[in-house]
């Protein structure tokens, strides 16, 4: 396995028992407040973080550029800061929002770096 898709693995089973836990206590608390983090760091962070390391094992030459390296690092640092200030926000303190307008946009070009790391993989076929 290459260090892209451990990363990605790594961070996909943390953060899926992250989710669980909040699901846990959000059932348990009968309180729902959380549930827009709690699908986000199901989704987001477990679903998506372990296909990001199944797609990089599957196949390694995407894994070796420049585009790939930039995908990871925006990826986990994004994901932690936004899952983090949208549960602040959701949790009542509006001031949050800035910081999840941010890195939100910052995910959002780590996906574009994934597009452009696993595209020419794809074309070439
Ligand atoms: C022990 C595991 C889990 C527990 C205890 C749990 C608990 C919950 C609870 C209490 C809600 C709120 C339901 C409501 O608002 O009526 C919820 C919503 C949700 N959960 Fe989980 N969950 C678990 C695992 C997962 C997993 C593995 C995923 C996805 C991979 C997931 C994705 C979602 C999504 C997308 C929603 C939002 C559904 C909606 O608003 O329509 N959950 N979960």
């Known amino acids: 396995m290459n260090k892209l ?12 028992l ?8 959000m059932a348990s608390h009968h309180e729902y407040t959380q549930t827009p983090t ?4 199901q989704l987001l962070g477990w679903v998506s973080f372990a296909l990001f ?12 550029g420049i585009m790939a390296k930039i995908h990871v690092v925006l990826a986990v640092l994004s ?4 899952l983090i200030s949208l549960y602040i926000y959701i949790g009542g303190n509006a001031s ?3 910081v999840l307008a941010i890195a939100s946009m910052v995910y959002g070009v780590s996906y574009l770096a ?4 696993m595209a020419p993989v794809i074309a070439r076929g």
């Open 18 to 25: 992250a989710g669980i836990g909040l699901g846990l206590m």
């Open 114 to 117: 994934f597009i452009a790391a």
């Open 96 to 98: 949050a929002e800035p």
């Open 79 to 82: 994901s932690i800061v936004m």
């Open 38 to 41: 709690h699908a986000h760091t």
């Open 53 to 64: 390391g199944l797609f990089y094992n599957s196949f390694p030459a995407a894994a070796s």
């Open 5 to 16: 898709s451990r990363i990605f693995f790594s961070f996909a089973l943390l953060y899926g």
